[in-house]
Structure formats: structure tokens, C-alpha cells
Nanobody, 123 residues
Framework: QVQLVESGGGLVQAGGSLRLSCAAS????????MGWFRQAPGKEREFVAA????????YYGDSVKGRFTISRDNAKNTVYLQMNSLKPEDTAVYYC????????????????WGQGTQVTVSS
């Protein structure tokens, strides 16, 4: 089992920045891929970003490319999501995920989830 706890969400104006953190515990998180998804009210959970266990490869959803950066610190069992140039359409609950069994882009393949953190971007 892997436990995930997100932090760093909040309210920010359009154009601003936030950094989300996801701390992993339990079965070591340093050997598994981790990622971020988001879900806005009335919408499906959307892939945001993912990173391989050693940080060697990073993947981004089209809507966040060039604005968001995913990184990880395996010594701290923590993955980060730096969000810049935020837009109102980035408003959502952001979820950390770990250990995908298939496609990184599909939320159904990820085994472990955090409880989510709210990000609200005002215009």
C-alpha cells in the first residue's frame, strides 16, 4: 500500500503560480511512477502530468504543456507540480496518483490516489 497526501492548493489570481506537493508513504514511492490529475465540477478526471520513478521522463497534458512542471525528490518521497501562468480553467481538485498499471494518461490504471487539493484561479 502507498498513502499519498497532497498539499499546496489554494486561491490565486489568473497569471499567478502555485506549487503542489504530494508526500508518499508506505511501500516505497521512490520506485514507482507518480502523477497528477485534476477534476473540475461536472467534468471527468483529466490527466495533468506524470513522472517516471527516476525522473527521467515526464509527460504532460496538452492543456498544461509549457506552464506546469512536474518533479520529484525521491529522498523525500515527494512529487511536486509547479503551476505557472494559471488560468481560470485550471480551477479543479488536483489529485496525486501513484503506480500505474497501464497507460499513464488514463486515470483508471493508477492504483493509489490522494484525497485531492483544491486549486481555484480567479479572473
Amino acid at each position: 500500500q502507498v498513502q499519498l497526501v497532497e498539499s499546496g492548493g489554494g486561491l490565486v489570481q489568473a497569471g499567478g503560480s502555485l506549487r503542489l506537493s504530494c508526500a508518499a508513504s508506505g511501500r516505497t514511492g521512490s520506485s514507482i511512477a507518480m502523477g497528477w490529475f485534476r477534476q473540475a465540477p461536472g467534468k471527468e478526471r483529466e490527466f495533468v502530468a506524470a513522472i517516471t520513478w527516476n525522473g527521467g521522463r515526464k509527460y504532460y497534458g496538452d492543456s498544461v504543456k509549457g506552464r506546469f512542471t512536474i518533479s520529484r525528490d525521491n529522498a523525500k518521497n515527494t512529487v511536486y507540480l509547479q503551476m505557472n501562468s494559471l488560468k481560470p480553467e485550471d480551477t479543479a481538485v488536483y489529485y496525486c496518483a501513484a503506480d500505474p498499471s497501464g497507460s499513464l494518461y488514463q486515470y483508471g490504471t493508477w492504483r493509489y490516489w490522494g484525497q485531492g487539493t483544491q486549486v481555484t484561479v480567479s479572473s
